[in-house]
């Protein structure tokens, strides 16, 4: 084990809040490294103390489970790493009950490693090599707030313990940070997946957008028909990850040109239940899976994957439905020119009633000629206006 405290020492003031608890607060944060590749730890490490953190490197994962205790802020793992890999590595930590984030540092990115890492519990990926110092900055920074507040309700609990009669006001004060506290991890989980889906989404130079586009139509539309609270959320959210499911199937026939055969076009049609089987483990996506399951049903019943009917398909599915589509046949394919707004909208009003539920259709249409995208439903400020 390396330590790279050099002139970073770990320091504390110790204040008491308004309830009389003992609060701690580190003015430096401490940070613990574990890849095999020496030139990784070594690079890593300076960008650390270049923001001011304190840092100790390990060289595989059984070395960062012998020495991490309660002092680390934030755990930083290679997922490929000898004798323990990265995930074997949070396995045991998981054991040891620190509850320190840990953030995956890797170079090999794809939907298997995602999902793993999640239900794991990791909170964040760091891609290597690091290109962008801010949003490395930013994502350790939003790790150590997330072992702040871990630190600040095992504070709370302790406080309880000892008199619980007298400490009532401070459970409340807990189930807020509880509630805080598991948006925030939802927000992360989404955030992730978001990333790695735009980022493969990105090299297919066909598909490029099409997720971020429906996402806007989609919340455009939902605005329309009045859609708000945890409606909008779950519409955005299944908009987002509609086609997640092809993350991790075989789709590169879609870019052949020509018709396909009958064994590519089967499996293109499994896309929409894989995407609702990553997304099951999330638990807190339930609606999201259904929508993402049905988005390629009909309303005749003759969609796929299990040929639902339109009475049985709830709006939020039906808005996905048609605005997946129109963004499919305005978007131009190796195999046939893209359609024009003018075009498209004709398509879904000759297949308003078979394919399409027509109110939808007919709301889609007065409103997307007008449409202008403002405030991006993947940034920051919109998720704070209205998530």
Not at 325 to 345: G, V
Request: glycine share 6%; hydrophobic share 40%; net charge negative.
């Amino acid at each position: 084990m390396q330590k790279n405290i050099g002139k970073c020492r770990l320091k504390s003031k110790i204040y008491y809040d308004n309830m009389g608890l003992k609060r701690v607060i580190k003015s430096h944060s401490k940070i613990l490294i574990a890849d095999d590749d020496t030139m990784v730890r070594s690079t890593v490490s300076k960008i650390l103390e270049m923001f001011g953190h304190c840092v100790e490197t390990a060289a595989d994962g059984r070395e960062v489970v012998d020495i991490v205790d309660d002092s680390f802020d934030v755990i930083i793992l290679d997922i490929n790493m000898p004798e323990m890999d990265g995930f074997e590595t949070i396995h045991e930590l998981n054991k040891l009950g620190h509850n320190i984030p840990v953030l995956f540092l890797t170079g090999a990115g794809s939907m298997d490693y995602a999902v793993k890492a999640i239900n794991l519990g990791a909170y964040d990926f760091l891609t290597k090599p690091i290109d962008d110092l801010d949003i490395f900055n930013v994502k350790i920074r939003r790790a150590i707030e997330k072992r702040m507040y871990v630190l600040q309700e095992r504070r709370y609990k302790e406080a309880l313990e000892d008199d619980i009669q007298e400490k009532a006001e401070q459970l409340e004060v807990q189930n807020k940070l509880l509630v805080s506290y598991s948006n925030s991890l939802e927000n992360a989980t989404v955030q992730l997946m978001s990333s790695l889906q735009n980022a493969m989404e990105e090299k297919d130079y066909y598909t490029a957008g099409h997720t971020m586009r429906v996402t806007e139509y989609a919340v455009m539309l939902g605005n329309v028909l009045g859609l708000e609270g945890q409606d909008l959320v779950v519409l955005r959210r299944a908009a987002q990850f509609h086609d997640i499911g092809k993350l991790v199937i075989d789709l590169s026939c879609i870019q052949k040109p020509g018709k396909l055969s009958a064994e590519e076009w089967a499996l293109i049609q499994k896309h929409p239940s894989v995407g609702a089987n990553i997304i099951e483990p999330l638990g807190f996506m339930d609606r999201e899976q259904f929508i993402i399951r049905h988005h390629h049903e009909r309303m005749d019943g003759k969609g796929y994957p299990d040929g639902l009917l339109g009475n049985q398909l709830d709006d939020l599915t039906k808005i996905l439905i048609v605005v997946d589509s129109y963004d499919a046949m305005t978007s131009r394919r190796n195999y046939r020119r893209n359609l024009s707004m003018e075009e498209a909208i004709s398509e879904l009003y000759s297949c308003a009633g078979t394919q399409f539920d027509p109110v939808i259709v007919e709301k889609f249409a007065r409103s997307i000629t007008e449409f202008t995208p403002t405030d991006s439903v993947f940034s920051q400020e919109y998720l704070e206006k209205y998530i």
